[in-house]
């Protein structure tokens, strides 16, 4: 009797060990990813009428576009300036604790002073809390059930990141992203 109860601690004590050192594995996922990038291109014309604007990107590609009555500067613009467009995002994954829900999101634009050449900021960031319904490691997949009820099948870049969870854990994502359009 005494030795099964020897027996019984040390399978209690090995298992919540195991656990111990399984929490604390899972727990490292923090993934950070950023991506910035631009481009710039010289303005062909401007048809202030219909308010058309053709862009020469630095490939030589005519672009044409309609700029719509929130670009209030389009009067400042002419053909030889040059328009550069900067675009970044920042994704934030990590293991959500206890109790932890997100369905948050928020959106800020600025714009240039009336009167002077054209330009935006536009920014936003998207904080949600979802749950992973399924791993397919075959193609690096997670199916992730998001805060409405919708399943989102997503890429996972890092294979490795697919070991640190399992179906049922819950994660926080953070989607960060702005633009910045500027006429020199």
């Known amino acids: 009797m005494r030795r099964s109860c020897v027996l019984l601690v040390l399978v209690c004590i090995i298992a919540g060990l195991s656990a111990c050192g399984e929490k604390s594995a899972r727990k490292d996922l923090n993934i950070e990813r950023a991506e910035v990038s631009s481009l710039s291109a010289q303005v062909e014309a401007v048809d202030q009428k219909t308010r058309m604007v053709t862009l020469r990107t630095a490939e030589g590609k005519l672009v044409t576009f309609f700029a719509g009555k929130e670009v209030v500067n389009l009067p400042q613009v002419k053909a030889g300036d040059t328009v550069t467009v900067a675009y970044a995002n920042i994704v934030k994954v990590r293991m959500a604790e206890s109790g932890e829900e997100w369905d948050d999101s928020l959106a800020e634009v600025a714009r240039a002073v009336p009167g002077s050449k054209p330009g935006v900021v536009v920014g936003g960031e998207r904080t949600v809390t979802a749950t992973i319904e399924d791993i397919d490691k075959s193609v690096n997949t997670a199916t992730l059930k998001m805060p409405d009820g919708n399943l989102q099948i997503v890429n996972v870049k890092d294979p490795a ?17 702005a633009v910045s359009i500027n006429v020199q």
């Open 161 to 177: 990141n697919l070991d640190r969870v399992r179906v049922g854990d819950r994660i926080v994502i953070t989607y960060s992203e």
